[in-house]
């Protein structure tokens, strides 16, 4: 009996042993790549070298215009994707039928996840910019090629199509943990669909649609394949101001970079680019993250 | 619920106590009809027997609806179901009284000029401690005054021997008077309502006991 | 089985020819053919055995069945003498006047305040001062103001089970209805808070008219004036409710209530 007893007890431990160990490697892996990327970068970072523009010698310019380019775009895809897909999300859980339309939409969706995303860019010049922008362009411009080309606005739509699937999952999801006692209950007092879900259901929500947001994020800042041919573009004299302009954007200027055949110099501008997009994303993150800590809170004490 | 329960229980105490009244003051009344020789008097006993009656069945239907609806525990059960028994020996003891009213009736030609009859002192001795035992039996069910109970249950001995007193004193008008025989029963049966309404006095106040304490007193052997 | 008790009675709601359907494909009925008068500020309970169609029948009375979807309602419902199931009837203003609470407490997850000021917000009532004067009469109409009134500004998710209940009542009250329905409203709580909310009962039907669903029959023998028994989707027996308890005239009213089955 003690011999089984004893048994268990070291298999029991040697699967947490294993378990342990796992995340160790892990960890480990990360760590190394995390070094690796700053200990190297770090080295050319400076003040300058994020506020100034790029120069003709790789070592003397900064990547100020990359670091805007990619801040706008991942802003302007959020404002894109995620009223979008939070209102996909609220039809298709709380006004649509449960029939084959209905059905049909999901299984889009779903697809729509696992589109590679250099499709995503071609779609978005196909689409965006050969179709809509030069639409645009004929309609109010006069031929004139302003919206019909490359731009920040294409790039960021493409991104948020790319990222949308994600918003309505997230967002669906948090509807769906909303009780239907509430939902009663807001209707038992004479409240209509739509002031239930203005009032009570979109603001319980908040959290999960955050959450998406951030997915969203993370995925869209770092995609480089759906704004190659829809709106990046490197050393560009100067800042996007207007939406159809073209912008600079963080990876691919890393792209750009590694392709250089100076790799003495452009090493060390490489790992810094790195280091600073991996920065950005991080801080983006953090911004949201505190974002949902506060509403959670304040639901909490509320 | 309590605060219904409390309202039916006080609606109930209410009906209890108005036909506790209306019992002891038809004894009452019928005594003092036997005394004055009032035919008139004794008739009014004999008509308010209705209200009597009527409030037995009120009192019964109180309980029952109090059982069905307000399902009382412990204290209460037993107050509710005490009262349906308090509610009989009340009805009884109002029958009693209207019987004595109804010898009255009867004897009032007999008694003229027989003022001094010894069988009549009993009577009317017996009468005041029956009507007081009435008195305080309802005193003890209604406040659980278990002390008030055991000494009107002591009582009952003493009604019980005027009780004997009277047939003893009856026996010669049975068997030297035959023109009082009449007299005699009349005046035995007198006695014997009397002695039923202490035993029934007797009975309320072993369910006062009862109701207050929860123990059964009743049927042991002094 | 439409009785008429007391010349003294209003009648509220009239229930005709009454027929539910889960599933409007097909046949299988819920409610059989419900005829059934309630009357002004009693309070009626529904009782009978667990599926029987009490809890739907509920629902019909402030559309609430409206929510399921595919099914079917035959017959009229009279509030007040208008017929509540036609289509041209606003739900909105229908839901106003008849109440719902039910059978779990569901506040939302909002401040006590803010769940009692739902209801006249979505009417339309903007004015702070008339807020707090609804909140405050509306939580002393259910006693819970003592205990909340230095909390309003706390989410009602932290009150107890009771307590919760007595706030969706509350909240239920903030809108002013005429008639309130209540789906086993204490079959969560504890013997305590159950009194309590039986105490509420007895206060409100002062002013409103209560429509109780209970699987506790001695709560519709305490609570209710008049009951009515349902069996299987149809109406057996409905009377007072001191008949229905001490002498009913069907047996399967008799058998029900003396726990001989369901």
Redesign the interface.
């Known amino acids: 009996m003690t011999q089984v007893v004893y048994k268990i007890k070291k298999k029991f431990n040697s699967f947490v042993l294993v378990t342990f160990l796992a995340t160790l490697i892990i960890l480990l892996i990360l760590g190394v790549i995390f070094y690796d990327i700053i200990s190297q970068g770090i080295s050319h970072l400076s003040w300058e070298f994020l506020c100034d523009k790029p120069a003709e010698e790789i070592r003397m310019g900064g990547i100020f215009p990359a670091i805007f380019g990619t801040a706008l775009l991942v802003l302007v895809m959020t404002v894109a994707v995620v009223p979008i897909g939070v209102i996909t999300a609220i039809y298709l859980h709380e006004y649509a039928?449960?029939n084959k339309l209905t059905r049909l939409i999901r299984v889009a969706v779903n697809n729509l996840a696992g589109v590679p995303a250099i499709v995503f860019g071609l779609f978005g010049l196909g689409f965006f910019i050969q179709f809509i922008g030069h639409g645009i362009d004929n309609m109010f411009y006069g031929g004139e090629i302003v919206y019909g080309r490359p731009a920040i606005i294409w790039a960021s739509l493409t991104l948020a199509l790319l990222t949308l699937p994600v918003v309505i999952v997230t967002t669906e999801e948090a509807l769906r943990n909303i009780?239907k006692?509430?939902r009663?209950?807001?209707?038992?007092?004479?409240?209509?669909k739509f002031?239930t879900i203005m009032?009570?259901i979109i603001p319980?929500c908040l959290s999960g649609i955050i959450t998406g947001a951030i997915l969203a994020i993370s995925r869209g800042a770092g995609e480089v394949a759906p704004i190659l041919f829809t709106g990046a573009a490197d050393l560009l004299p100067k800042l996007p101001t207007s939406l159809s302009d073209q912008f600079m954007d963080l990876k691919f200027h890393i792209f750009v970079l590694a392709q250089s055949p100076d790799v003495k110099n452009s090493t060390p501008v490489l790992y810094s680019t790195v280091l600073v997009l991996l920065l950005l994303i991080f801080i983006l993150n953090l911004i949201a993250f505190i974002l949902r800590s506060q509403l959670r809170r304040k639901?909490?004490?509320? | 619920m309590k605060i219904r329960l409390d309202d039916e229980i006080n609606k109930l105490r209410k009906s209890l106590l108005e036909m506790g009244n209306a019992v002891e003051e038809a004894i009452g009344i019928a005594i003092k009809a036997l005394k004055e020789r009032d035919t008139l008097l004794a008739k009014q006993v004999i008509k308010n027997d209705v209200i009597i009656n009527r409030l037995e069945i009120q009192i019964d239907k109180s309980c029952l609806k109090i059982f069905a609806l307000k399902q009382p525990i412990a204290f209460d059960l037993r107050f509710v179901a005490s009262s349906l028994k308090v509610n009989n020996d009340l009805e009884r003891m109002g029958d009693f009284a209207s019987r004595i009213a109804e010898d009255v009736v009867e004897l009032a030609s007999e008694l003229d000029g027989q003022y001094t009859i010894p069988q009549l002192n009993n009577i009317y001795k017996m009468a005041e401690i029956a009507q007081l035992m009435v008195k305080l039996c309802m005193e003890a069910f209604m406040q659980k005054n278990v002390e008030i109970a055991q000494r009107v249950i002591k009582q009952d001995d003493e009604v019980d021997r005027y009780y004997d007193a009277i047939i003893k004193e009856s026996g010669p008008y049975v068997h030297e008077d035959p023109e009082r025989f009449q007299l005699a029963l009349s005046l035995i049966n007198i006695g014997k309502c009397l002695e039923r309404i202490g035993d029934h006095a007797k009975n309320i106040c072993e369910d006062a006991i009862y109701t207050s304490e929860g123990e059964i007193v009743k049927h042991q052997t002094p | 089985m439409n009785q008429q008790f007391s010349n003294d009675l209003i009648e509220k709601i009239k229930v005709e020819n009454l027929n539910f359907y889960y599933n409007k494909n097909n046949d299988n009925k819920t409610l059989k053919n419900i005829n059934i008068s309630m009357y002004e500020k009693q309070v009626t309970a529904l009782i009978g055995p667990s599926g029987c169609g009490k809890t739907t029948f509920l629902k019909t009375i402030n559309r609430m069945t409206d929510l399921i979807d595919n099914c079917k309602v035959e017959g009229n419902i009279f509030i007040d003498k208008n017929n509540i199931l036609k289509n041209e009837i606003d739900v909105v203003h229908l839901r106003k006047k008849v109440g719902m609470v039910f059978q779990k407490s569901n506040p939302f997850p909002k401040s006590i305040f803010e769940n009692i000021a739902y209801g006249p917000r979505i009417f339309g009532e903007r004015n702070k001062v008339k807020l707090t004067e609804i909140v405050e009469n509306t939580l002393k109409n259910v006693a819970l103001w003592d205990e909340v009134k230095d909390r309003l500004n706390q989410s009602a998710l932290g009150l107890s089970g009771g307590q919760q209940q007595r706030l969706c009542i509350a909240r239920a009250l903030a809108v002013e209805p005429d008639i309130i329905l209540m789906d086993e409203p204490a079959s969560a709580l504890d013997p305590i808070a159950t009194t309590k909310i039986e105490e509420l009962i007895f206060e409100l039907k002062k002013n409103y008219t209560i429509i109780i669903v209970t699987h506790n029959m001695q709560q519709a023998a305490r609570v209710s004036d008049y009951t009515a028994f349902f069996y299987l989707g149809e109406l057996i027996e409905y009377t007072s409710t001191e008949k229905i308890f001490t002498n009913p005239s069907v047996k399967k009213t008799e058998d029900y209530v003396t726990g001989r089955f369901g």
Do not use: C, V, W
Request: glycine share 4%; net charge positive.
């Open positions: 039928k449960n009780s006692d509430i009663e209950a807001s209707f038992a007092l004479g409240a209509t002031q009032r009570i319980n639901f909490k004490s509320h």
